[in-house]
């Protein structure tokens, strides 16, 4: 494989292990351990962690390494579910009031690919690619909404990762494929009010499905 090959294959490696909750929140992540694992040198590896650092899946400490990211606490969990609620609904709006043929076309493929996608290997890789579509998918209605700062902000939570961590479940994929299908109905109508409804009912319904992982 190419180097460029090798790190995406560590980084995905680690990914699904960490989405699946393999690697369990607050665990050491020893970088010698997987670069046996996977038959690697340690250079691949560091960079396909250094990646996962910067998107707050993993951290690093001087002198001990890395480890996974802890869990969400029912705190952060709240507040990041609160945080939503206040700034999705109103980038689902403006998105309507944003949308031209090309960028709901951009939609409809991104959502396309959560759905469908590469084939998965298994259920923990389609699950975790699924995770990743679906950060994709909310990334691009912020995008379309044009307000760079809430997107900026949004994206540097990590929110989508973080969540998804919380319940490996396939009731949460399909759940929210439909209420996806929702969301491109009301821009497909060009309907903002209908839009901002279906964003809200979507993170309320989110928020309720991983409830239950506090429990």
Do not use: W
Not at 16 to 29: H, K, N, S, T, Y
Not at 186 to 195: S, Y
């Amino acid at each position: 494989m190419r180097p460029a090959s090798v790190v995406d294959a560590v980084y995905d490696h680690v990914y699904e292990q960490l989405m699946a909750l393999d690697i369990a929140p607050g665990a050491r992540i020893p970088i010698d351990v997987i670069a046996r694992e996977l038959d690697v040198s340690q250079t691949p590896v560091r960079e396909a962690m250094s990646r996962l650092e910067r998107e707050g899946l993993v951290r690093k400490a001087h002198l001990i390494g890395y480890s996974a990211a802890p869990q969400l606490t029912r705190k952060q969990f709240d507040d990041l579910y609160t945080f939503r609620l206040l700034l999705e609904p109103e980038c689902a709006r403006l998105a309507v009031v944003n949308m031209t043929p090309d960028s709901l076309r951009l939609l409809e493929e991104a959502a396309a690919d959560m759905e469908h996608g590469e084939t998965p290997v298994d259920r923990t890789s389609r699950y975790s690619r699924f995770a990743r579509a679906d950060a994709h998918f909310h990334d691009a209605i912020l995008r379309i909404a044009g307000n760079e700062v809430i997107r900026a902000t949004l994206f540097n939570q990590h929110v989508h990762l973080h969540l998804f961590r919380l319940m490996f479940h396939t009731r949460v994929t399909q759940e929210a494929l439909e209420e996806h299908d929702n969301l491109l109905a009301a821009f497909r109508a060009g309907d903002a009010v209908a839009a901002e409804a279906a964003m809200r009912e979507h993170i309320l319904r989110s928020r309720d499905r991983l409830l239950a992982a506090f429990d």
